[in-house]
């Protein structure tokens, strides 16, 4: 099946410590996407990548990292620096922008919570 | 800045009935604009999409209309069912520097009593 993986589902976290959240692909998509998602604000854009080794911070990049080493991978790191991180993660990816349609995808999420 | 206005942020709607929800946006620039239907706990799936140059698509019981002088497109959803009960987002894809990633509206709660 091809489509989008992320792992955890569900992880948890204490004050202070690092956590990195996967997310993989298997559609050979050029550009790859992390959104924070929280109760009646929408979907916000933390990280894009287009292209490999490179990415662009999007409208909540402070407390996160990210790297895109591999097309497939696009790993996301929330930092002790994010004071309010607990919140449902949505990887997605999409097709090179040339196409009329260029579908974005979505994974299944994952639901990120500070002890 | 909020790229997308969308409202309601929640509708109730009778099964069978007809379900209704408005964007608006600012920028001139964007090419495409997706609407993505949300399940508890999953991650959205595209609906319907439709690009300027068409003022309405249809799929199904879902359209879309878009009017590109007032910038304002909508979701129709004709003879509402319980299972279309779900958040639904509109959406904006933007070009030049920000080629690809899409401006999501804050979402519509729909639900539909049986």
């Known amino acids: 099946d091809g489509g989008i993986t992320q792992s955890p589902k569900y992880l948890f976290r204490k004050e202070g410590q690092n956590v990195t959240l996967s997310c993989e692909q298997n559609?050979?998509?050029?550009?790859m996407y992390w959104y924070r998602q929280d109760p009646g604000q929408g979907l916000r854009l933390i990280y894009y990548?287009?292209?490999?080794?490179?990415?662009q911070k999007g409208d909540i990049a402070e407390g996160y990292s990210v790297s895109r080493e591999k097309k497939e991978s696009f790993p996301l790191t929330v930092t002790s620096a994010q004071k309010n991180p607990t919140a449902f993660y949505l990887c997605?990816?999409?097709?090179?922008?040339?196409?009329?349609?260029?579908?974005?995808?979505f994974g299944p999420g994952t639901r990120l919570t500070v002890l | 800045q909020q790229q997308v206005k969308q409202s309601p942020q929640s509708l109730i709607v009778q099964k069978g009935g007809i379900s209704i929800i408005n964007c608006a946006y600012e920028?001139?620039?964007?090419?495409?604009f997706p609407w993505y239907q949300q399940f508890p706990g999953k991650g959205p799936a595209l609906l319907i999409a439709?690009?300027?140059?068409?003022s309405e698509k249809k799929e199904g019981r879902f359209t879309i209309s878009f009017n590109k002088s007032a910038k304002q497109f909508s979701l129709h959803i004709m003879d509402s069912q319980p299972g279309d009960s779900a958040t639904y987002f509109c959406?904006?894809?933007?070009?030049?520097?920000?080629?690809?990633?899409?401006?999501f509206g804050r979402g519509t709660q729909l639900t539909v009593w049986p």
């Open positions: 559609l050979n998509h050029d550009a």
């Open positions: 990548s287009q292209i490999v080794n490179d990415f």
């Open positions: 439709i690009r300027p140059d068409v």
């Open positions: 997605a990816s999409n097709t090179d922008y040339g196409r009329a349609y260029n579908e974005q995808f």
């Open positions: 920028n001139t620039a964007f090419d495409y």
């Open positions: 959406a904006a894809r933007g070009r030049g520097s920000t080629l690809g990633r899409l401006y």
